[in-house]
């Protein structure tokens, strides 16, 4: 047999459950805390994750439900703008940003690339340290008077608030080299780790998601984290830099904010496009469609969301020129964007579609990122910005794409992924229902937001006008059934740990080569390097299933020689 | 009429709290009525949007329900095998390139034509002033000295607002004239509209400002031909002849004092008026100090110097912006509130 232990692992269908894996390979707190492991790394940062996400989600709970009526419902003004701000710098820089990359990437992109692990072990163990001080800087924010200025701190509210804007910041700025140092390593490793045989345009679409979403990682990180120090730097020591009072610019600080924070758009999405790249052919039993297009229209992606941070700053006062020259560039993006969804769809056109969890996942991002999508066209639109900027139209139109986007996919993927790493099966109808409820949460969450917005009220209110309230109650009674879905989601899968069904090396027939090593994988992930002769989606037609085993096998009429795995 | 209107002003200041504005009803689903030529273009490009998104949206979810319908899987077990179908296609791929190119070009003219309109005031538009200021905003009018707390404008007169902010930075947002602009400390912007429709609508601060963000709302009244005239000459006239505690009693509201401080005893952002003068305060720094004249008068001009303990350096300087006169009104005001 040409490759007989990657055909091994693949016959063998975990059987291994007494055997050594990844997961038993070490034993004692210690070998997980300083591990070199990638897909150990990668388990941290998947619990630390989820963990700062029911965080984040509980702030954001406490805000639905104080906007339930128009005044004070359980909590005052201070309170309420506090648990605002910590939802939103919770949920983009401990969850979002490090959700799809660093958890899942970490466990999945090496083996998808047949390498042991990731360029930098070391570095990507340090990666996920800093993370953990980066959070301990945040929390302790919320220790001495939580910050209050917003996930954006802008100035010169930032430099002049009581709360303790400091830690906060401090935090963001750890957390920004823990990205840097995630981001660094992956182009290193997609570079110089492709096995034998995989050239660029036979990587799987994680991998090239996770690529473009490095280099953004790299080239944007450093100017939040110069930005966040300086605004430090005046706090602290009153140099003038964005405080008008002291010869500074405030809009200065709006400027470098989202001269990353607008990359930082991607480097939240861009990962989802690359989760749903792998789970739409494989539950579709179909190669994809414009497989090339949708590789390079990432990194297009990418480069073009660095030269549109101005549309952030139509009604700032920026000049005319500016801001024509970024709205114009904000419609490029809406094109690549666009056609990634066609091509979606179509992969789907005669396939053989399996509406398992992952796939519902998949589906529900289409809808809902189609709408954040469409919805990014009215603020695009320079005059209609100009009514809409601030308001709760901007709200919903970033929580479809960031929380129906990115999180759905994250959703999509830890379902997709679960059996890889874990080596259990969920439970199957509950998986369904939560996704069901999760999707049908969000949209009755968000859809109102756009109709409130429209309607002119603000963002970021804790009182507002009565005549909005039954589209506010309509949004918390979502955010409730949302919150249902996530607790479901948790209860079962943390059950599965215990009691679910053994996975099989291959559930759902991926042909990618993080689905040829057992169920959870082996300590060095593959025994022999394989190598790569086809494409990433070639070959579900070589594939089986096997009702017993509960996964897939090389199809026997392909012969009792090598099956075909590795393509 | 003179005294009449300078009585309700002075019994205005003890309204608990500042009545809220109203939304008007629209005869839209989406949008607040409009009110203002500004609304044009704003309101034509959303309502375009809003089809195509809904054309879009449709033919999407469509073709994503058939496909899952018409090509579900009967089982795992039963390991069919998708039809072979091309993986890819310029023509196909060309096409839906180019037509949401189509599409996006004429929205994107439309929104800067709209734009550029926007922010351009025409020659000769009658100017007010907009001060931002935590949390409260003060429109100042040609020909009137104290600024007032409500925005008056003639209907069918191009109005430019030019904004600036004490503080932190706040947004002037008008939703019923679609308009909105960020007001800067340091610097001045400015906004221009035409309303179109005698009435009342709310304006609100969009910029996050802290506290009492969500609170700081006024309102536009447009006047019918020949009210607003009426109105400044009122307003003027009453300004002037108010004095001693029924002026302060009246600035109290206008210039947003009651925005931080009550007169009913209770702590809000800043301490309460009442019955605070005489009394020794302790400071978040140095030693107590008896709250006075001398002291009122600082805590006004200079408020960051002598802060009380408990609260927080929020105030704005009104450095500029009262008269020896206003001065003298507040102070007699807050002796008077026992």
């Known amino acids: 047999m040409a490759s007989p232990s990657a055909t091994a692992d693949v016959v063998a269908p975990r059987s291994s459950s007494g055997g050594d894996n990844y997961l038993t390979h070490d034993k004692g707190i210690l070998s997980w805390i300083f591990t070199l492991d990638h897909k150990r790394i990668g388990v941290m940062y998947l619990c630390s994750v989820l963990t700062a996400f029911a965080l984040g989600g509980f702030f954001a709970l406490m805000v639905r439900t104080e906007l339930l009526t128009p005044g004070r419902t359980i909590m005052d003004h201070d309170t309420y703008n506090q648990m605002f701000t910590l939802h939103g710098a919770i949920m983009v820089f401990l969850v979002i940003i490090p959700g799809i990359p660093a958890a899942l990437g970490n466990i999945i992109m090496p083996l998808q690339l047949g390498a042991k692990d990731v360029a930098f072990p070391r570095l990507n163990l340090a990666s996920y340290h800093l993370w953990v001080v980066g959070a301990i800087f945040m929390l302790t924010s919320l220790a001495i008077n939580a910050v209050d200025t917003g996930w954006t701190f802008y100035t010169p509210y930032s430099l002049t608030t009581s709360t303790a804007v400091v830690p906060a910041a401090f935090g963001a700025f750890i957390l920004g080299f823990s990205s840097i140092f995630t981001g660094l390593n992956f182009i290193v490793t997609v570079h110089k780790l492709r096995p034998p045989g995989m050239t660029w345009f036979r990587m799987p679409l994680f991998v090239w998601s996770l690529y473009a979403t490095a280099l953004i990682q790299v080239l944007a990180t450093p100017v939040i984290g110069i930005t966040l120090l300086m605004m430090i730097v005046e706090r602290t020591l009153h140099i003038g830099i964005f405080d008008p009072t002291l010869g500074g610019d405030p809009v200065l600080f709006q400027h470098f904010f989202w001269f990353y924070s607008h990359p930082a758009v991607y480097i939240m999405i861009v990962p989802a496009f690359g989760v749903i790249g792998e789970i739409i052919p494989v539950f579709s039993r179909k190669r994809m469609f414009g497989y090339k297009f949708i590789a390079i229209s990432s990194l297009a992606i990418a480069f073009l969301g660095f030269l549109v941070w101005g549309h952030h700053l139509f009604v700032s006062g920026q000049s005319v020129l500016a801001g024509t020259i970024f709205s114009a560039i904000t419609f490029l993006i809406a094109i690549p964007t666009a056609i990634k969804v066609f091509n979606w769809i179509t992969t789907m056109y005669k396939g053989v579609i399996h509406l398992d969890t992952p796939m519902l996942y998949a589906l529900a991002f289409l809808w809902v990122f189609t709408i954040g999508g469409l919805t990014g066209i009215f603020l695009a639109v320079m005059s209609v910005d100009v009514h809409l900027h601030d308001t709760y139209f901007v709200v919903a139109h970033f929580h479809y794409v960031m929380m129906g986007g990115a999180i759905t996919a994250f959703m999509g993927g830890l379902h997709y992924w679960w059996p890889k790493a874990f080596g259990r099966m969920y439970n199957e109808k509950l998986g369904r229902i939560a996704a069901t409820l999760v999707f049908l949460g969000l949209n009755t969450t968000f859809f109102p937001q756009f109709i409130l917005g429209s309607r002119g009220m603000p963002r970021r209110y804790y009182n507002y006008l009565p005549e909005f309230q039954s589209l506010h109650v309509l949004s918390t009674l979502g955010a409730y059934t949302l919150g249902i879905g996530f607790l479901m989601t948790a209860f079962y899968l943390v059950r599965s740990l215990k009691n679910g069904k053994i996975a099989p090396a291959n559930p759902w027939g991926g042909v990618t080569l993080e689905w040829q090593c057992s169920s959870p994988p082996p300590y060095y992930n593959f025994h022999k390097a394989p190598v790569v002769t086809a494409g990433p989606y070639d070959g579900y037609e070589d594939l089986m299933y096997d009702e017993k085993l509960g996964g897939y096998l090389p199809r026997p009429s392909s012969g009792d020689s090598p099956p075909r795995p590795l393509k | ?338």
């Open chain 2, 1 to 338: 009429m003179i005294v009449s209107l300078s009585m309700s002003l002075a019994s205005a200041a003890f309204a608990a709290e500042p009545q809220l504005p109203k939304l008007p009803a629209s005869p839209y689903f989406w949008m607040p009525p409009s009110a203002s030529i500004t609304s044009e273009n704003t309101d034509a490009l959303y309502n375009v949007m809003l089809w195509m998104s809904l054309f879009f949206a449709v033919a999407i979810f469509y073709a994503m329900a058939r496909f899952c319908l018409k090509y579900r899987a009967k089982s795992r077990a039963a390991n069919e095998i998708a039809q072979k179908t091309s993986e890819h296609n310029t023509m196909l791929e060309l096409t839906w390139s180019v037509i949401p190119l189509l599409i996006v070009i004429p929205l994107f003219v439309g929104g800067f034509k709209g734009y550029v309109n926007l922010r351009t005031p025409p020659k000769g538009a009658m100017e007010i002033r907009a001060t931002g200021q935590k949390w409260k905003w003060l429109f100042n009018y040609p020909g009137l000295g104290t600024p007032d707390d409500t925005l008056h404008v003639p209907v069918n007169t191009s109005v430019r607002m030019v904004i600036n902010a004490v503080d932190v930075i706040h947004s002037l947002y008008i939703p019923s004239f679609r308009t909105k602009m960020d007001a800067v400390p340091g610097r001045y912007t400015d906004l221009w509209f035409k309303a179109t429709q005698v009435g009342e609508f709310p304006i609100f601060c969009a910029e996050y400002c802290g506290t009492s963000h969500s609170d700081m709302l006024s309102r536009v009244i447009v006047h019918p031909p020949g009210g607003y005239e009426q109105w400044l000459a009122n307003t003027i006239a009453a300004a002037d002849s108010l004095t001693g505690k029924d002026r302060g009693a009246m600035l109290y509201e206008k210039q947003g004092c009651s925005t931080c401080h009550t007169i009913d005893g209770s702590p809000k952002v800043g301490p309460s008026w009442k019955g605070i003068f005489g009394k020794m305060e302790a400071m978040t720094a140095g030693s107590p100090i008896k709250v006075d004249e001398n002291y009122l008068r600082e805590s006004m001009m200079d408020p960051q110097a002598h802060i009380v303990m408990g609260f927080s350096p929020a105030m704005p300087t009104y450095q500029g912006k009262l008269s020896d006169k206003d001065i003298d009104g507040l102070i007699e005001f807050i002796k008077s509130l026992k």
